[in-house]
T-cell receptor, first 112, second 112 residues
Framework: EAEVAQSPRYKITEKSQAVAFWCDPI?????LYWYRQILGQGPELLVQ????????DSQLPKDRFSAERLKGVDSTLKIQPAELGDSAMYLC??????????FGPGTRLTVL | AQSVTQPDIHITVSEGASLELRCNYS??????LFWYVQSPGQGLQLLLK??????LVQGIKGFEAEFKRSQSSFNLRKPSVHWSDAAEYFC??????????FGAGTRLTVKP
């Protein structure tokens, strides 16, 4: 069964450093999402791509976060500089154009 | 704006007992409704979804959910809980443009 891949699974960094997360969606899925999940809460959407275009990035803190999906396949989410409050699980999901979202295993970020 | 409320933060049930997790939603149109399960440190796995049709939906692992439009609810049920069902459960609501909002989650503990 096809799955969404994410790496790394765990990342520890110091504040003010740059971090990057990678996501490879299920093959053929046009829509890709990045979510942030703070411990004890539900996931919150950061950015949504349709192919290589951003559909919704209204909740992305653009002063420090950036996301790209250059060829409409895999995607990278970057934080620079990282802050203590960025410690969270970062989840990637993908879906066909109008259907269910399938999630990857996530990247657990700890900022010290 | 759409929103999801999961009134129970934490539920404890005995193994073999029945389970019902509550979910109430707010959405301006006909909603798409989902239940996901998340084990510690893992991504979200889809249990079941409702798009249209029969309001009683069957999912994986013996779970089912019933859509009640008059009550704006989509409660998750299982007749007999297994120890392996201990996890965090998230209800989500979305529409046909792939936007989705999650509840804060309900943590399920299973007593032997």
């Amino acid at each position: 069964e096809a799955e969404v891949a994410q790496s790394p699974r765990y990342k520890i960094t110091e504040k003010s450093q740059a971090v990057a997360f990678w996501c490879d969606p299920i093959s053929g899925h046009a829509t890709l999402y990045w979510y942030r999940q703070i411990l004890g809460q539900g996931p919150e959407l950061l950015v949504q791509f349709q192919d290589e275009s951003v559909v919704d990035d209204s909740q992305l803190p653009k002063d420090r976060f950036s996301a790209e999906r250059l060829k409409g396949v895999d995607s990278t989410l970057k934080i620079q500089p990282a802050e203590l409050g960025d410690s969270a699980m970062y989840l990637c999901a993908s879906s066909p154009r109008t259907d269910t979202q399938y999630f990857g295993p996530g990247t657990r970020l700890t900022v010290l | 704006a759409q929103s999801v409320t999961q009134p129970d933060i934490h539920i404890t049930v005995s193994e073999g007992a029945s389970l019902e997790l509550r979910c109430n939603y707010s959405y301006g149109a006909t909603p798409y409704l989902f239940w996901y399960v998340q084990s510690p440190g893992q991504g979200l796995q889809l249990l079941l979804k409702y798009f249209s049709g029969d309001t009683l939906v069957q999912g994986i692992k013996g779970f089912e959910a019933e859509f009640k439009r008059s009550q704006s609810s989509f409660n998750l049920r299982k007749p007999s809980v297994h120890w392996s069902d201990a996890a965090e459960y998230f209800c989500a609501v979305g529409g046909n443009n792939n936007d989705m909002r999650f509840g804060a989650g309900t943590r399920l503990t299973v007593k032997p």
